[in-house]
Structure formats: structure tokens, C-alpha cells
């Protein structure tokens, strides 16, 4: 499940993680329910989670660091306010999406895989959305967006970056 920031709601603790490791050791293939929680929770998987959840599964550290870097929705580091996920499967590829994540880069000033210096926007690639019929799909934040072009996906994003300041807790309310 692709997890944005926004969906982030509390800070690291390691005693967070060992009882989130804990209600799903027990389970058949637990590690990526684990980290699917870790990510719905903390935003982002910090590597000091990676001795937590091996301790509790009995595997070791290498195993677990694996398999983190190895899946793309367990970023290791906080993610922007916006996700973006750029389509990069064939079908989106044969209508633009290539152009479109390099016009993306380039407008949004991101690499693919990196956070926006503010903070706002992280920019990723993936490889289908299921929405081929409508390609070049994105997907911002959990919302799949077809047919799309540069000045559209300007648009949206800029729409969704102020949804997320405006939603942002002020340091009055989160006081």
C-alpha cells in the first residue's frame, strides 16, 4: 500500500515498532505486514527499525535491510507532504509517460526517488498502475489520474500541496 506523509501520525519510537513487530510475529510471512505498519505509522521505515524487527523475527539484520530496500513503498527516509508516482510501465511509456517524468524533474526541481527541498512533493516512479487503458496514469497521495500531461499534473499537484499546507498542523495546534 503506497503510504504519503500525511498519513504519518506519530514520531519514531522503538517501543512503537517492537510492539507493531510483536502483534505480527506470530503471523504466517510477517515482515512485510510488519513494515507495511511501520510505514502506515512512523511515514517512512528508519533503519533503526531494521534491528527491532530482526530481533523480534529471528532473522538477521541484512535480511530484513533487504527487503526493505528491495520494495520501493518502504522509503527510509521521510517522504513529502505529496507523493507522486509517476506510471512507468509499457502501455503509460507508448503515451508520454516518459516525457512526462522528465518534465516532471524538471518542473518540480526533483529527482525520481528524492523529496522536494520544502519538503512538499517526493517524486517516484512505478511500474502499473492499472489504469492503462488511460495512460500516462499518476498517482498523487492514494488517487490514480489518467490521460495526463505536464500542465494538468502542474495543476494537480499544486492543488494537493496547498490541501496538505492548509491540513499541516500549525505550531499553535499541535501544541
Known amino acids: ?11 519514531w519510537s522503538e517501543d512503537r515498532v517492537l510492539a507493531i513487530a510483536t502483534a ?3 503471523e504466517r510471512g510477517p515482515l512485510l505486514p510488519i513494515l507495511h505498519e511501520i510505514v502506515a505509522t512512523f511515514g ?12 523480534v523475527l529471528n532473522l538477521s539484520r541484512a535480511e530484513v535491510h533487504g527487503v526493505i530496500t528491495f520494495y520501493r513503498d518502504f522509503r527510509t527516509t521521510p517522504g513529502g507532504a505529496v507523493d507522486l508516482r509517476i506510471c512507468r510501465a509499457e ?14 524533474k524538471r518542473r518540480f526541481g526533483v529527482a525520481t526517488g528524492e523529496t522536494t527541498a520544502d519538503g512538499r512533493l517526493t517524486l517516484d516512479e ?5 489504469d492503462c487503458a488511460l495512460g500516462p496514469a499518476v498517482m498523487i497521495d492514494r488517487e490514480v489520474h489518467g490521460r495526463m500531461d505536464g500542465e494538468r499534473l502542474a495543476t494537480l ?10 491540513d499541516a498542523p500549525t505550531e499553535t495546534t499541535a501544541r
Not at 44 to 55: G, S
Not at 157 to 166: E, L, T
Request: glycine share 6%.
Open 1 to 11: 500500500m503506497p503510504t504519503g506523509v500525511r498519513q504519518q501520525s506519530e514520531t
Open 24 to 26: 505480527h510475529k506470530d
Open 44 to 55: 517512512y521505515v528508519d533503519a533503526r527499525c531494521v534491528p527491532v524487527v530482526a530481533e
Open 91 to 104: 502501455a503509460c511509456q507508448s503515451v508520454g509517460a516518459n516525457e512526462l517524468l522528465a518534465d516532471a
Open 126 to 130: 512505478v511500474f502499473c498502475l492499472g
Open 157 to 166: 499537484v499544486a492543488q494537493a500541496v496547498a490541501q496538505a499546507v492548509a
